[in-house]
């Protein structure tokens, strides 16, 4: 499983390409995100990922959830999104 790691200053298009590159490679992509800003582009990204993904023809769902993550030698609560195909 790859994960992708997003922050306030990702570009959604760039994120969602990543993501649609690893759900094309067979794999769900993870994408984790702390901060209300990260979190914004992670949601961002997975919706412009759903419309790359529907011009081939894929269906993606996105499944949400909270994790911990450590930042920085800290642990942080955020928000970590699955993107797989239906």
């Known amino acids: 499983m790859d994960i992708i790691k997003v922050s306030s200053r990702s570009v959604p298009k760039s994120v ?29 990204a997975a919706a412009v990922a759903r419309t790359f993904l529907a011009e081939d023809g894929i269906e993606a769902i996105c499944i949400p959830e909270f994790g911990e993550f450590e930042v920085a030698g800290e642990v942080k609560t955020g928000m970590k999104f699955t993107v797989d195909k239906r």
């Open 16 to 44: 969602a390409g990543a993501i649609s590159a690893v759900i094309r490679g067979g794999s769900p992509a993870v994408v984790e995100a702390v901060g209300a800003g990260a979190v914004n582009q992670a949601v961002k």
